[in-house]
């Protein structure tokens, strides 16, 4: 079953609006991945979180990992239309194994 | 260069039928996945491969085959006991290591005629 919980599922904004996605676990994650997936393509890796309160910064995406490690978010400033797409976080699966469960994304839809 | 192949894009498939999607890697990676996404639904997984003539099911493994006779090649099989295999199929390999980031294939959409 799901590993963790990705919201909202969708996301309309204007061109130059913020958008934030996040991803909520019930235990503590050793790591949290994060990847986008542009219309019609396949997911591309974009970061992974591994210490409690890292801050990472990609461009205009910032990455953000909880104090708790339960919690991730995914914040990015002045959307363009280049962003659209679904963005994905990925957990390890509980149980040692550490293959990643994805969330079910969210779908960034840009206004121009 | 490096990367991951799959083939076809498109697959049709009647039937009772039993199709197989293809998927290489040269990019020396020992484990290899097969996802399967719906819309709304993100990606499950149906059957990962650490090593090669070894291979576990996923989440959703009911209704497909896999092997690895080859560490760059992970094909898998959609059989007719599959009764909703309307998809897009990506394949994706990654290192045992490092919190195994997924690099993953184009993709195959399948669909049932």
């Known amino acids: 079953g799901q590993q963790v919980m990705q919201i909202p599922q969708y996301q309309h904004v204007q061109e130059g609006e913020d958008f934030t996605t996040y991803c909520n676990s019930s235990?503590?994650?050793?790591?949290i991945q994060w990847y986008k997936q542009r219309p019609g393509g396949h997911p591309v890796f974009l970061i992974q979180l591994v210490k409690s309160g890292e801050v990472k910064k990609q461009k205009r995406l910032t990455f953000q990992f909880g104090e708790a490690k339960k919690n991730s978010s995914l914040h990015i400033t002045a959307t363009q239309t280049t962003d659209v797409g679904t963005y994905f976080c990925?957990?390890?699966?509980?149980?040692?194994?550490?293959?990643?469960?994805f969330g079910r994304g969210t779908s960034l839809i840009v206004h121009p | 260069d490096g990367g991951i192949t799959q083939s076809p894009k498109y697959l049709f498939r009647k039937e009772g039928q039993n199709v197989t999607l293809s998927c290489e890697q040269n990019l020396n990676h020992d484990a290899m996945y097969w996802y399967r996404q719906d819309p709304g639904q993100g990606l499950r997984l149906i059957y990962y491969?650490?090593?090669?003539?070894?291979?576990q099911k996923g989440d959703i493994a009911e209704g497909y085959s896999v092997s690895r006779e080859k560490k760059e090649s992970f094909p898998l099989t959609v059989t007719s006991a599959q009764k909703n295999p309307t998809a897009f199929y990506l394949c994706?390999?990654?290192?045992?290591?490092?919190?195994?980031?997924?690099?993953f294939g184009p993709g195959t959409r399948l669909l049932v005629l």
């Open positions: 491969s650490q090593i090669v003539n070894d291979f």
């Open positions: 994706a390999s990654s290192m045992l290591a490092g919190g195994r980031t997924q690099y």
């Open positions: 990925a957990v390890p699966v509980s149980g040692g194994s550490y293959i990643p469960t």
């Open positions: 235990t503590t994650l050793s790591n």
